[in-house]
T-cell receptor, first 112, second 116 residues
Framework: KAGVTQTPRYLIKTRGQQVTLSCSPI?????VSWYQQTPGQGLQFLFE???????NKGNFPGRFSGRQFSNSRSEMNVSTLELGDSALYLC???????????FGPGTRLTVT | SQQGEEDPQALSIQEGENATMNCSYK?????LQWYRQNSGRGLVHLIL?????REKHSGRLRVTLDTSKKSSSLLITASRAADTASYFC????????????????FGKGTKLTVNP
């Protein structure tokens, strides 16, 4: 069974730009969660989707948004990038929300 | 705020020794999970223990859960250099409002170094 895939793996953007990250979950998984990981703040929950509905959202500004498609693939978008958005963005899929999560390798975003 | 807090923040041991990491949390949970992350990569699920379980084993891993103390521990026996990684506990916070849903909240992790 193929694992969780995330594209792109690395990204360099400048302040003010926007970015879209993609996540393909494990086949059969309907729940997709997104996390931001930085050295200072650790792993922080962004949002979670289940069957195309956002079930939960972390404490991030509205510049961070996401969606899930009917095939369970998910995208997250960050608009008006700031230097502090530089981080490893991790996507995880699972059968049900808050159950055992399978993580992708992450997208390393650098904002200059 | 973080639900789970791991202790210690960093741990350095020799190959063959046991490593113990602790996790404390604040609110009631349905289950607690432990994950491992090798440097800069995705997390790997290690073990899930439900709130009605006290101990669980998986290979060289042993996890305990004390819901009265709101704490859990992860023991890695006979450690190997390949166990060098960061270890995170994750708890599912029960919804605080009716109609809300659980979400996984991760601690900041314990960085384990196993020296050959």
């Amino acid at each position: 069974k193929a694992g969780v895939t995330q594209t792109p793996r690395y990204l360099i953007k400048t302040r003010g730009q926007q970015v879209t990250l993609s996540c393909s979950p494990i086949s059969g998984h309907r729940s997709v969660s997104w996390y931001q990981q930085t050295p200072g703040q650790g792993l922080q929950f962004l949002f979670e989707y289940f069957s195309e509905t956002q079930r939960n959202k972390g404490n991030f500004p509205g510049r961070f948004s996401g969606r899930q498609f009917s095939n369970s693939r998910s995208e997250m978008n960050v608009s008006t990038l700031e230097l502090g958005d530089s981080a490893l963005y991790l996507c995880a899929s699972s059968f049900y929300p808050a159950s055992e999560q399978y993580f992708g390798p992450g997208t390393r975003l650098t904002v200059t | 705020s973080q639900q789970g807090e791991e202790d210690p923040q960093a741990l350095s041991i020799q190959e063959g020794e046991n490593a113990t990491m602790n996790c404390s949390y604040k609110t009631s949970i349905n289950n607690l999970q432990w994950y491992r992350q090798n440097s800069g990569r995705g997390l790997v699920h290690l073990i899930l223990i439900r709130s009605n379980e006290r101990e669980k084993h998986s290979g060289r891993l042993r996890v305990t859960l004390d819901t009265s103390k709101k704490s859990s521990s992860l023991l890695i026996t006979a450690s190997r250099a390949a166990d060098t990684a960061s270890y995170f506990c994750a708890t599912d916070s029960r919804p605080q409002t009716q109609g809300g849903s659980e979400k996984l909240v991760f601690g900041k992790g314990t960085k384990l170094t196993v020296n050959p």
